[in-house]
C-alpha cells in the first residue's frame, strides 16, 4: 500500500525511516503522475523490504521546494532518512523497481 503524507508526517515516516522509502512527488493534474501511479501501487506490493509514498506537490508546496522539485513526476529514494537518489518522469516498472531494490 502507497501512504499518502503531508508536510505533518514527512519527517516521522521519511526522515526518520531507518529503510528504504520512496516518494512519489506527483500533482493531480499531471498525465505521467497518473501514469507511473500504478507501478508504484504494483511495486509497494512487490518490493517488502520498501516504504512507498506519494507527496502532492500542490498540497505541500513546502515539501516540493525544499527538494527543489520542478518537475513532476520526480520519485526520490531515501535511505535512514537521506535522499540517495533521485529519478524524474514517466520510467517503466522494472526500472523503477531496480532502482529502489539497489539501495535496499
Not at 70 to 88: D, R
Request: aromatic letters at 8%.
Amino acid at each position: 500500500m502507497v501512504q499518502h503524507l503531508s508536510e505533518m508526517n514527512f519527517n516521522q515516516e521519511v526522515l526518520q525511516n531507518k529503510g528504504v522509502v520512496l516518494v512519489d512527488f506527483w500533482a493531480t493534474w499531471c498525465g505521467p503522475c497518473k501514469m507511473i501511479a500504478p507501478i508504484v501501487e504494483d511495486l509497494a506490493k512487490e518490493v517488502a523490504n520498501a516504504k512507498f509514498t506519494k507527496v502532492d506537490v500542490d498540497a505541500n508546496p513546502t515539501l516540493a521546494n525544499r527538494y527543489q522539485i520542478s518537475s513532476i513526476p520526480t520519485l526520490m529514494i531515501f535511505k535512514n532518512g537521506a535522499p540517495v537518489e533521485t529519478l524524474v518522469g514517466f520510467m517503466p516498472k522494472e526500472s523503477l523497481k531496480v532502482a529502489v531494490t539497489r539501495h535496499l
